[in-house]
């Protein structure tokens, strides 16, 4: 994930909250090149098959 303010993709997940009722995550953030905060959304998928 690069990060919004300087681009770069150092950085890790500081907090992380399930959202149920969209299927998706909620993110926060720390670039540990810059120090800034910033939030991502991502939407959750099953698999199907073999690797559940």
Known sequence: ML???CGEDNNRII???KRYES???I???L???CDK???TEEKLT???G???
């Open 3 to 5: 990060c919004p303010v």
């Open 50 to 52: 073999k690797n559940k």
């Open 15 to 17: 907090k992380n909250r």
């Open 23 to 25: 299927n998706s995550a």
């Open 27 to 29: 993110r926060k953030r």
């Open 31 to 33: 670039c540990l090149e």
């Open 46 to 48: 099953k698999k199907y």
């Open 37 to 39: 905060v910033f939030y």
